[in-house]
């Protein structure tokens, strides 16, 4: 059966053709849980900027349950800091003078007891974020620096979708491509 593989290779390689086809319907069901690929949805409305973040754990964290010893439970701690601290994380244009309202962190996982002999390779989990920010300038917001990617180095891709006044936009963000614009 020589070539079974070649025909999944050349389907692996299709793959990313597929995957950058326009989500315009896609609000509302949940992401795939692929490592180190995250989705970041943007609305700006008015003066409001909301960002919902969703991300495997693996991304954010290197590992998808409760933490087990306390240099797990100081990578958890280290990871809601980071993400607490939002504006470092998402840099609006700077004109548009905007301040983090709000931060919700969801993760439930984290905080389940861990099961003794747990396979956790076999289990997967996702962090979802919620995060607030109020411009006072929103005539200048035009944009985003996305610094997500030196904060947490397992992620390597961010699938954004920004929904602004302007319409809807598509965005792939990676280390080397990290600014959001709309
Ligand atoms: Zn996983």
Not at 5 to 12: D, N, R
Request: aromatic residues 4%.
């Amino acid at each position: 059966m020589p070539l079974k593989p070649l025909a999944l290779l050349a389907l692996l390689i299709a793959a990313p053709a597929y995957a950058q086809h326009d989500h315009k319907h896609d609000h509302g069901h949940h992401h795939a849980h692929v490592h180190g690929v995250a989705k970041l949805d943007v609305a700006v409305d008015g003066g409001n900027l909301s960002l919902r973040l969703e991300s495997p754990l693996e991304g954010l964290l290197g590992f998808e349950r409760a933490p087990g010893n306390d240099k797990e439970r100081a990578a958890v701690a280290e990871m809601r800091k980071k993400l607490t601290d939002a504006g470092k994380l998402f840099v609006a244009t700077a004109a548009a003078q905007c301040t983090l309202k709000s931060v919700e962190i969801d993760a439930p996982i984290l905080d389940a007891k861990p099961v003794a002999g747990q396979k956790s390779a076999a289990d997967h989990a996702d962090l979802d974020a919620d995060f607030l920010f109020n411009c006072a300038q929103p005539g200048k917001l035009t944009g985003m620096d996305v610094r997500l990617f030196q904060a947490f180095p397992k992620l390597r891709r961010i699938d954004a979708q920004v929904v602004s006044g302007k319409g809807q936009k598509a965005t792939r963000l990676s280390s080397k491509m990290r600014f959001l614009s709309w």
